[in-house]
């Protein structure tokens, strides 16, 4: 309901009703709190007041008054000998009509749930064995960001779901379209890091290289010098 009844409130106003109706109703042990019933016909007055475009909280209050009188005009007159003409039949029905909207809003949660998450037929997978070779690990890793790249590319794809859904709902998905846009911006930032970084191994192997070669070079100049060294020797 949009944020505008809670759990707090409700805990709230169930241990102020439970004060006033042990002190002034003569029941101390009965337990006064909220039901089922009563969170489906919130939900109802929240539906019939946000099509009609009246404030909730107001109307919520006004039954609240009413309720009020009608419960001091029944116990005046004790009308409330009523009950006794109702049957098993009237009990059961209205059980059978609570489950009834409350298996369907379990099902239509579960729709809704589906429709802003759907499958998507590719899913990233981590490597389970890391390579020793540096380069082949950025490799690996630039892959993997390109995989998870695609899966919140496919995430993003907003058209497939409800149009019917609320205004606040709208707006949460913007938002988390907008965080997952960011978050491929540095997927792709990460990704040309990591690409320059593999240039940069690329460039430092050639080095290591050209310096093996000068270092056997150097090795077989030495060599000379030495057999030269040998030569000299053997002259008396």
């Keep these: 309901m949009n944020n505008l009844i809670g759990v707090g409130e409700t805990l709230l106003i169930s241990c102020v009703n439970g004060l006033l109706f042990a002190l002034f109703a003569c029941q101390p042990l009965l337990i006064v709190g909220a039901t089922g019933p009563l969170m489906i016909f919130d939900m109802s007055l929240y539906h019939f007041a946000k099509t009609y475009e009246l404030d909730f909280l107001s109307l ?29 039949f009237t009990e059961e029905i209205f059980s059978t009509l609570v489950c009834l909207i409350f298996i ?12 802003t ?8 997978i981590m490597p389970v064995l890391a390579d020793i070779n ?31 859904m609320n205004s606040t709902e709208k707006e949460t998905l ?47 100049t030495l060599g000379d010098q030495k057999e030269t060294l040998g030569d000299l020797n053997l002259i008396p």
């Design 117 to 124: 998450h759907p499958l998507i037929s590719e899913y990233v």
């Design 134 to 164: 540096t380069t082949t690990t950025n490799t690996t890793t630039m892959d993997t960001m390109e995989f998870m790249t695609t899966t919140i590319a496919n995430t993003m794809d907003m058209d497939t779901m409800d149009m019917n």
């Design 174 to 220: 913007g938002d988390q379209k907008e965080t997952l846009g960011d978050q491929k911006e540095t997927l792709g930032d990460q990704k040309e890091t990591l690409g320059d970084q593999k240039e940069t191994l690329g460039d430092q192997k050639e080095t290591l290289g050209d310096q093996k070669e000068t270092l056997g070079d150097q090795k077989e």
């Design 104 to 115: 369907y809003e379990s099902f239509v949660k579960l729709i809704a749930i589906f429709q």
């Design 60 to 88: 919520r209050v006004w039954i609240g008054v009413w309720m009020t009188v009608f419960g001091l005009l029944v116990a005046a007159f004790e009308a409330v000998a009523i009950v006794k003409k109702f049957t098993r």
